[in-house]
Every structure is written in C-alpha cells, then in structure tokens.
C-alpha cells in the first residue's frame, strides 16, 4: 500500500502565508464524500452496471492520484479499463483490494489531517 | 475624484464534476491572479458562458451527465464562444480521447493530476496567446474595415506553386464569391475585360521577368456583366539567390475616383453648354499643332468667330434660350467644317478644331497642309450663319465677324497667334457687320486707339465731358424758329470737340449709349425749364435716340419720369429716332 507523500509537495506549494490550509481543504473534501464513491462502485458491481463502475472509478481515481495514493489509483484504474470492456466478472477479485487500498489511504490522510488541525 | 477603475482580471472558468480537484485548480489559478468561477456539470458551465464569457475554460472531459466533449461542441456554439480558449483535462490513460477533443474544439489539452505550478503557467500562457489572438483578429478587422472603406483588396501570388491568394476583400472587388476562388492567376486574369487581359498579364510576366513592379488600371467584368476600373499594383518578391518568388500586390476599385477625374478634366477643358473644347484647352491643341509642324511646312488658318449683340439677345430671352441659340449656332459650324472636310476628303484633311473661347466667340483651327482657303471659310460659315435662327418662334438674325491669323507668320507661339486671331476679329467689327479680316501688324496700333476711345468715353460719361449745341428749327414761310435739335458734342480734355460720327458708334459697341441719352434727355428738361422761367414761351426741342433705346421696355414711362424730374415739358418734347450704326 503505497501513498506517495511528495504528491502533496504539488499542493502545499500553492500555499500562501496567513490563509487557509490548503491541503487540509483537499484532504478534508476528499474524506468527506469518496467513501460514498467506493460504495457506488460496489453497487454497481453487484447490478452488473459497468457504466456505474466506470463512473465511480474514475471519479475516485482522479482525486486520489492527485493526493498520491498510488496503489488506490492504480486499482481504480483497472476497475474503470475493466468495466469499459464489460469485464466485471474479472474485476470482482479486484474489490477487496480496492476496500484495503482506500482504508489505508483514508487512514494515511485522517492522520494527517489531524495533524495539521492540532499544529 | 474617482480613483481609474482597476482593469479586471482574467476570469478563468473551471468545469469539473469532482469538489476536490475544482478547489485544487480554484488554488492554483488564483496563484497567478485570475477571478475563477466553478460549474459542475457540463450544463451549469453553458448556462453559466451564455451569461458572462470567460477569459479561459478549463473542462474536464469525464463527467457524468453531460460529458466534456458535447460540452465544448455547445461552448464554441454560443455567441462570441468561437474564440474563448478551452483547456481539456484528462487523464493519461484518456490519450485516445485528445485527438476527439481537438475535433469538437479544444484549444489545448493537460494531463491530470496536474501540479498546480504547471496548470497555472499553460493557462498564462494561454491567456497571452489568446490576447495576441483576440488583438490580431481586431486588427485584421480594423485592416478589413478599412480596405473595404477604400475598396481594397490584397493578393499574393506564390511563382514557384503559380498560386495566387486573393483576399476577401479582393475577391469582394473582382466580384468573386471568396469562396469559389480557385486561388490562380487564371482567375483573376478571367475577371479582367478582355481588351485589357493581354495588357495586364504582359506587365506581370515584365515586372517578374525584371524583378521590378507594375502599376496600372483596368476594367474588370463581374458576373452580372457589371464594368467597373480597377488599380491595380504588384511587386515583385526576391528570394535569396535573386529568383522571383511571389509577387504581392493591391487592387482597388477605383471607378468612381476615375468617373470624377474625368468630369473635373471634362469642367477644366470643355464648355459645358456645347461640350467644345475651352480656351484653355484649345492652346493646347494650338501649342501641339505648331510643335508638331514645326520645321516643316505648317499651312494652317486660325479663325476667331464673334457673334455680334450676343449678350444683348441673351438679356432680352434669357440665358436658356441664348444657350440654345449658341448650340444652334455650333450645329451650323460644325456643319459647314464637315462639308469642307467630305469635300476635300480625297486630300486626307481632318476636320479642323472647333472651340468656344467665351461666350460669344469661337475658333476654329486648321492645321492640315490641305486646308482650304482660309478666306473661302470665312465667306462660308459667316454665310451658314447669316440665315436666320429661331428664338421663342421668332426669327432672329444673327450677324458675325471673323478674324484670322497664320500659325508662324502671325505668331510663333499658340497665346500670341490667338492673342493677334481675336485683335483681327476686332478690326473685323469696325468694318461693318459680315466682314472678316486676316490679322495685320498694324492692327494693333489701330486698335490701340479704339481702346483708348472706349476708356476716355467710359472717363466722359463719369466726368460730364459732354456738351450740348441747339440747333435752331426756323418755319421757312414764317421765319419764326419753331424750336430746337439738341446736338451731343464731347468735350474731350486733350484732344477737344469730337464728333459724334466718331463716338457714337463706340459708344453704341460699349452699352453707354442709353447712359448717355438719358443725360441728353435731363439736360434737355432742365434747360426748357430755365428758358420758361426766364420768360421764353415754350419751345420745342428734338433729340436724337439710339435705336438700342427703343428695344428697352417702358420707354415712354421712362422718358415721361426723367424729363416732369427736372421740370420740363413733354408734349413739345419732340424725339427722332436716330438710325443705330
């Protein structure tokens, strides 16, 4: 489970002095809604919705590759190549993989949320 | 005072269904001092550019709903969206989906995730291509409005791939729908009048030819067979080893300009009643005639038509009918000249230079060796215009004097032979009406004299030179004078009494006969009026009136008024009428 910190270089160069954090913005906008997306894709795995797959998984992989988690990235990745080929069957392996992948990378920016709320 | 108002920043919209990386992007254009408004959905951002352009829209392509593509295609339908540059943002794995994007119109496109430093500097650098643009496009449409204010139009033509662009504005000119141009010389040499197509495509193929440039114009034929003159430039485009590489030129319709050069040539040369060659023109043509002939044998005639009385028929009919009467009198000249040329055709003479020098003088000009005899014209046209013309269906008489004079022995250059053409033509009216007289030296010492007559004369009548003798009437049986004629002498300072025989045709010639009659008149009345006071019973006085006064209207009246003015009497108030010579 790989979540590449220095992706948040790109993030925390934009801030400036006195105003409002910006990757504590990021982080918090991203825990608030992507669980929803995770449990779309799961839905959609379950009614065989390739379209609704395909549509969570970009969604998610897009926001998480800018944050840097890579391995939730790269799983999206093949849910959203997979179920543009219809292949759901394939990806069904790939579901608990993608629940851990999220767990870790949430973890990994609760953590640093809560960091940069209490500095 | 109000402080200028700050220019506004660039505002940059950012269409992207996903919170997070909307205020990411939100982040890193405010970096870079732009306004940033967010849509989330392809919808919102029509709904949103259909009220207020932005500067810049950064779309995603990926977004549920509406997705980026159809978005952009409906973004650059919207008023003034052609030109607003839209930036697409996709991810790597989405490469397939660039090319598709550029089709519906994207400017440029960006691979996310996307450092904000790197997505803030290719949105500057789009906002300053897009300013170039937008200033470019203004340009060439101030360039545009102004070629169309001045009908010009541009082309270049490529003479290594012998192709020609033709403006729009050109093809506008040429009547070339822009779009159906083929974009060769062949086309534009078919637009160009087939006398002049040769003409045109010789002096393109010379300046190429010599690598210089040509300037000429044209007429050119559109579609609907409409004519219309065009100027057209080009020059001639070296490349680096001396070769001709394009040609690139103007073209502008310069029909009306030409329409107007020639009615201020036309107003500058020619009478506009008759449409003769003026004066000014006519030197011209005398100036050309002698430097053509000279050192040859240049036998010739120059002849100086007066009317006589013009200005007096054209104050009793009106200055329309003197027109028509001039036209008229130039119908007969002309006939006559040509009826002198068919006769002499067999020679190869040309129908000499007629020309109207004033209002009531003409010339004409013989240059030809064969010309016939000058003097033969003469009798010719002055007995062509002895019939008489047709004024209000009255029939008027017209009488003329001619003057005339050798191109070389009467003058060497075209002022001094006209000059001594017109001093013949006033020697001409001294010897009675119908005559016509070829120009002599001496002329001019006796026309020096008639003008000094006519200005001591105009000097009399101001200073009251006059004096006048009663000649007693005597009744033969009775013995008795029965009254008296008023006699007219003038006192001249210098040379002393005059007699009318020499003034008085002078005076008629000048128009100060009436002036001087109607002092006659008044002298007459005031001296009847001292001879009544003095006791002398009342006596009757005769004076002589010129002819030129009976054709005044009112006379009678107008005599009663002048004579009860100074208290005299008008029933023994004889007139004569005294013959005008």
């Known amino acids: 489970m790989i979540v590449d910190v220095k992706a948040w270089k790109s993030i925390t160069s934009l801030q400036k002095p006195g105003k409002e954090d910006i990757l504590a913005k990021i982080l918090t906008l991203y825990l608030a809604d992507s669980q929803q997306l995770v449990d779309k894709l799961h839905q959609g795995m379950d009614a065989g919705d390739a379209t609704a797959v395909n549509q969570a998984a970009h969604s998610l992989k897009s926001r998480s590759a800018v944050l840097g988690a890579l391995s939730l990235t790269t799983l999206c990745q093949q849910f959203e190549t997979l179920s543009r080929q219809g292949q759901l069957t394939e990806a069904e392996p790939l579901q608990d993989q993608l629940d851990a992948a999220f767990d870790h990378a949430s973890q990994c920016f609760r953590a640093e949320l809560n960091k940069r709320r209490a500095a | 005072m109000t402080s200028p108002a700050q220019p506004l920043l660039p505002l ?157 504005a050109a093809c506008r000119i040429l009547g070339i729908a822009p779009a159906l141009c083929d974009h060769s010389q062949a086309s534009y040499l078919a637009r160009v009048h087939e006398e002049d197509r040769a003409l045109v495509a010789e002096a393109m193929r010379e300046a190429v030819a010599s690598g210089t440039e040509f300037d000429l114009d044209h007429r050119i034929v559109q579609n609907d067979g409409t004519e219309r003159i065009v100027h057209v430039l080009g020059e001639t485009i070296m490349d680096d080893t001396g070769q001709a590489e394009c040609m690139v030129g103007t073209v502008q319709d310069v029909t009306d300009m030409r329409a107007t050069e020639a009615k201020i040539y036309f107003l500058a040369n020619y009478d506009s009643v008759t449409h003769l060659p003026n004066r000014s023109l006519f030197l011209h043509r005398i100036a050309q005639a002698m430097t053509c002939g000279a050192g040859s044998h240049v036998i010739g005639a120059l002849l100086v038509v007066g009317l006589d009385r013009y200005h007096r028929l ?114 001409a009216k001294t010897t009675g009406q119908n005559s016509y007289r070829y120009y002599s030296s001496a002329m001019i010492t006796s026309l020096a004299a008639r003008i000094s007559l006519e200005q001591d004369l105009r000097a009399a009548t101001a200073e009251n030179q006059f004096v006048l003798h009663y000649q007693p009437q005597v009744d033969i049986l009775s013995e008795k004078v029965v009254g008296f004629e008023a006699l007219i002498r003038w006192q001249h300072p210098t040379r002393g009494l005059i007699s009318p025989a020499e003034f008085i045709p002078v005076a008629e010639e000048e128009d100060l006969i009436i002036q001087m009659s109607e002092w006659v008149i008044t002298s007459v009345a005031q001296q009847q009026r001292m001879w009544h006071k003095g006791g002398l019973a009342p006596t009757a006085v005769s004076i002589n009136l010129s002819g030129l006064h009976f054709r005044q209207r009112h006379i009678a009246g107008h005599i009663k008024t002048l004579v009860y003015e100074q208290g005299g009497i008008l029933r023994i108030l004889n007139w004569n009428s005294r013959r005008a010579c």
């Open chain 2, 314 to 427: 054209r104050d009793m009919h009106g200055s329309r009918k003197a027109e028509q009467l001039i036209k008229d009198v130039v119908e007969r000249l002309q006939h006559t000249l040509s009826a002198g040329v068919t006769h002499v055709q067999s020679t190869g003479a040309e129908i000499p230079v007629l020309a109207r020098l004033s209002d009531d003088q003409f010339a004409i000009l013989y240059t030809h060796p064969s010309a016939p005899d000058s003097a033969k014209v003469a009798h010719t046209l002055m007995s062509a215009l002895g019939t008489p013309f047709v004024i209000d269906g009255t029939s008027v008489t017209l009488s003329a004097h001619i003057g005339l004079a050798i191109p070389g022995a009467d003058g060497a250059d075209a002022d001094v032979l006209l000059r001594n053409a017109v001093t013949a033509l006033q020697s």
């Open chain 2, 12 to 168: 940059a919209l950012i269409v992207d269904d996903d919170p997070a990386l909307r205020a990411l992007s939100r982040m890193s254009l405010e970096q870079e001092d732009l306004r940033v408004e967010e849509a989330s959905s392809g919808q919102a951002a029509i709904d949103f550019v259909a009220v207020t352009m932005p500067d810049i829209i950064i779309l995603d392509l990926q977004m549920p709903g509406m997705d980026g593509f159809v978005a952009c295609q409906q973004l650059r339908q919207l008023p003034r969206g052609e030109f607003v540059p839209i930036l697409i943002m996709t991810g790597l794995d989405d490469i397939d989906s660039i090319a598709q994007a550029y089709e519906v119109g994207a400017t440029d496109f960006i691979v996310k995730p996307c450092p904000g430093l790197i997505l803030s500097q290719r949105v500057r650098y789009m906002l300053r291509a897009s300013e170039m643009l937008n200033a470019l496009r203004s340009s060439e449409s101030r360039l545009a409005q102004a070629q169309r204010i001045a009908q010009l139009g541009g082309w270049e033509w490529d003479l290594v791939k012998d192709r020609m662009h033709v403006s729009d």
